[in-house]
């Protein structure tokens, strides 16, 4: 039993220090639309039925036929009801559920909401001027912002509550400051199950009493759920009062229906309006945003199911929780047998989906459901089929293809990594940023078809800032080649890129890694390669004094094929990973420490032969100090820390002075 549970009846309990946060930004209306409590209320309404109708499975004596949502707008009083028929809440639920932070969006809600945006949330709030623009706003309106939301409208809520198979009832009641009680209530006067929110409405929200504007809203935002909407009037006089009596309501009130209830997805595509599409998905997400792609289709044959996917247009704010797996809805037969069943792979997390069948099992329990092999037969069906429509995006639509890979393209290729099986698919779709294309959105394909003469390899530089990899002087001997390089930024380029065999019978070669061998490429049209008439043999003198020079620091220096305006950079040996792949395990302590690089160096530079040409200067300091700036210069343009930064201070230092010095003797 929870503490806030453990108090008597009706003593006062406060909220959770997270929800009277949330509370205060929530009455103070930052969220400008206030006609959001009522979609809120009423998706906790359906949850709850839709609850009961799964435990109705193993306990039918609780299934109240039929479920429905009812609502009741009393302007005298003030009150607006909504009640349900659904599972209910016992009070540890009542006090757990609405005195607490129960549900990950909300929490998420608060958390992203960092100072800055929640001081000018609260600003707005002073003001009392709610706004739709600006940073709160914004964000807010990406969040379903849950129960709590009520006190947007209500000075005051009560919750009566009797929870299925249950013979007591409690009411929740509360002013939305700080405090809640909890209190039992005679079974007559509670929903038998279910449960009653009433909302004592404030007097900016008296509008919300007017049966046109609850029918406005209830099909503006509502309409999709699974479980019928009604609302309660006071019959009209000419009509009479039979139709009321009928529907089993009497003090002359009667009952009409403002959605059908019926499951979105049982319906034909042609009778789902985009509208109804992109409220079920924001039922279904948690977000509010519109779906970029929306996938409905039935599958038939060995296995038949029905499948409603959507791919958001913004990133989930837990895209890249490691908890966040693949989930989505999962109907037997129109029952909803869990909210994350694990339908995607791990690589498609970001699309939110339902999927009703008429296979699987109704009568075993949910983690059985999830093991049955026609689970993981829909499950591949899903994720195949999915893939497909990416791929045919692609090709049609490119540019709407683009957003969606902006934005969940990372994800995607992590199955680049995992997916063994789908890897020639996805290679298919995925998009790359590239030496000549650094804006992104280049296909593999297209690389490969723009390969030069004597290419042998898909070449392509990791890091973890694409603006440092574009300007990175490991791409001039590439350039000058016109050869295309893939500028890898993503923390999960590392992992596929080494395991990924090639792509159209070409290998993935690293840039930093091993002799350049591109030789043999031609240069592009008017370029030269000065390097290759540099007299690489003349420098092994200067190559041997730079070796003991940097001593333990490299492997080895060598000329490079790589480089023509920077002096010098840094590579890894052929065999053992890619230096960016290097600096990742050596950060996650998988390596003692980063095996020794090879200093390589581009001959025809200007310093680089006066440095030759000094070589028997007596000004050793000099000449020392120049080859470990030379090499610090390097690890800098790789995104490392100079070898030694005090050292690295005073050498530079000390040049700088000498340069100064002779500026002035040059009388310059
Ligand atoms: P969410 O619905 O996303 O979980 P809410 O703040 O709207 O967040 O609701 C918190 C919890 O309160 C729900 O998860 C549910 O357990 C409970 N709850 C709210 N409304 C109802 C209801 N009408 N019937 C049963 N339980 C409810």
New binding site residues.
């Given amino acids: 039993m929870t503490e806030a549970a453990e108090h008597k009846s009706g003593e006062s309990q406060a909220f959770q220090a997270d929800v009277a946060r949330l509370l205060h930004l929530m009455v103070h209306s930052i969220y400008s639309d206030r006609d959001i409590f009522l979609r ?1 209320l009423l ?3 359906a ?2 039925c839709e609850k009961l109708r799964y435990e109705a499975i193993a306990h039918p004596e609780r299934a109240p036929a039929p479920f429905a949502i009812k609502i009741k707008a009393d302007k005298e009083n003030r009150r607006l009801t909504i009640e ?1 028929n ?4 016992t009070r540890e ?1 009542l006090a757990d ?2 005195g607490t932070i ?2 990950s ?2 929490k998420a809600f608060l958390d992203t909401l960092t100072a800055e945006v929640q001081e000018e949330a609260e600003r707005e709030a002073e003001a009392d001027r709610p706004q739709k623009t600006g940073p709160a706003s914004d964000l807010i309106g990406q969040f ?1 912002i ?3 939301s009520a006190f947007m409208v209500a000075d005051k809520v009560d919750v009566t ?1 009797r929870r299925a198979g249950s013979d007591q009832a409690f009411n929740w009641s509360s002013d939305g400051k700080g405090t809640f009680t909890i209190v039992p209530v005679p079974l007559e006067d509670a929903p038998a199950p279910g ?1 009653r ?1 009433t909302l004592h409405i404030n007097d900016a929200s008296q509008n919300y009493l007017e049966p046109y504007e609850i029918e406005r809203i209830v099909r503006e935002h509502s309409s999709a759920l699974a479980v019928p909407i009604e609302i309660i009037e006071p019959a009209k006089p000419e009509e009479g009062t039979e139709e009321g009596e009928k529907a089993g309501e009497n003090k002359g009130e009667e009952t009409r229906r403002l959605t059908d209830g019926a499951a979105l997805w049982t319906k034909p595509k042609s009778a789902i309006t985009p509208e109804q599409y992109t409220e079920f998905y924001r039922d279904v997400a ?1 977000q509010f945003d519109e779906p970029a792609l929306t996938i409905h289709w039935r599958a038939e044959g060995r296995h038949e199911y029905t499948v409603l996917a959507f791919i958001p247009s913004l990133r989930p704010f837990d895209l890249f929780d490691p908890a966040r797996k693949g989930r989505g809805r999962l109907y037997v037969r129109r029952v909803l047998i869990t909210q994350d069943a694990e339908l995607v792979p791990h690589w498609l997390r970001f699309v939110r989906l339902v999927v009703d069948s008429n296979d699987l099992p109704l009568n075993v329990s949910r983690e059985m459901i999830q093991e049955s092999p026609v689970f993981a037969a829909i499950k591949k069906g899903v994720t195949n089929r999915i893939l497909q429509e990416l791929t045919k995006l692609s090709e049609n639509e490119p540019e709407k293809f683009a957003t969606i890979w902006e934005h969940f393209g990372s994800v995607i290729k992590e199955g680049l990594y995992e997916d063994a099986e789908r890897r020639d698919g996805l290679f298919k779709i995925a998009r790359f940023a590239t030496s000549t294309h650094t804006d992104g959105g280049r296909a593999l394909k297209d690389y490969a078809a723009n390969l030069r003469e004597n290419q042998t390899a898909i070449y392509y530089l990791l890091g973890d800032d694409l603006k440092r990899l574009a300007a990175s002087p490991q791409l001039e001997g590439f350039r000058k080649r016109g050869i295309e390089v893939l500028l890898l930024a993503d923390h999960i380029d590392a992992f596929w890129v080494s395991t990924a065999v090639g792509f159209d019978g070409k290998p993935f070669k690293s840039v930093t890694q091993g002799a350049a061998d591109i030789k043999n490429v031609p240069l592009a049209e008017g370029e030269e390669d000065r390097s290759a008439a540099a007299d690489a043999g003349g420098l092994a003198a200067l190559f041997a004094f730079m070796k003991q020079t940097l001593g333990e620091n490299v492997e080895d220096v060598r000329t490079s094929d790589r480089l023509s305006e920077s002096p010098a950079c840094l590579v890894a040996s052929d065999f053992g990973p890619d230096r960016h792949v290097e600096r990742m395990l050596a950060e996650h302590g998988h390596l003692g420490k980063a095996a020794k690089p090879i200093f390589e160096v581009n001959p025809a530079h200007p310093l680089i032969e006066a440095l030759n040409a000094d070589l028997a200067s007596p000004d050793k300091e000099k000449l020392e100090d120049i080859i470990w700036l030379l090499f610090d210069e390097a690890r800098l343009m790789e995104g490392e820390q100079p070898a030694d930064a005090p050292h690295f201070a005073s050498r530079l230092t000390r040049i700088l002075l000498k340069a100064a010095k002779s500026a002035e003797k040059a009388g310059v």
């Fill in positions: 809120e998706s906790n309404g949850d709850a349900d659904g599972i209910g809440m639920d559920s609405l129960a549900r969006g909300t379903g849950g129960f709590y509550s449960t929110v948690g």
